[in-house]
């Protein structure tokens, strides 16, 4: 199964005009990301304080399609995918009662932080698309078949 984020919009979350401030999609966005490494069982600690290598966001974007207010519970579908061998894009769909309210993409590079030159990514990270890889195909296998019915 596609991995599912489940978040509830806090008041901290919007801006004067009552919907969900601009930059904080992708803020949660990332926590989508951080919550799908830790359901494989990749320590957040060793991740992300002091790491060898890393994977900076270099590319990011977001497309706001409805409104999204105070209270409204997101799910946000993660479908991660390897482009080359350090490189990555990670595509959200984010829904409120089964719309689809907004979509991003965030691409990420893996570096060593030494010297912050391109390098290949770690097994662990590689496992993780290839669970994700494999979860996507399965449903899209899934529609094929139901289509064709």
């Known amino acids: 199964m596609i991995f599912a984020y489940q978040r509830t919009i806090r008041f901290a979350d919007t801006d004067a005009a009552g919907v969900v401030y601009f930059a904080n999609i992708l803020n949660i966005c990332h926590e989508a990301y951080e919550d799908s490494l830790m359901h494989v069982n990749i320590n957040m600690r060793n991740f992300f304080t002091h790491p060898s290598i890393a994977y900076p966001i270099v590319h990011a974007s977001a497309d706001y399609l409805r409104p ?13 995918k390897k482009i080359t061998g350090d490189k990555f894009d990670i595509n959200y769909e984010i829904n409120v009662s089964n719309v689809i309210v907004a979509k991003a993409i965030t691409r990420h590079v893996c570096i060593d932080v030494a010297t912050r030159n391109k390098r290949q990514m770690s097994g662990e990270i590689i496992s993780w698309l290839e669970t994700n890889r494999r979860d996507v195909e399965d449903i899209e296998r899934k529609k094929s078949r139901e289509e064709i019915i």
Do not use: E, F, S
């Open 68 to 80: 999204i207010y105070c209270g409204d519970k997101l799910i946000i579908n993660l479908i991660p």
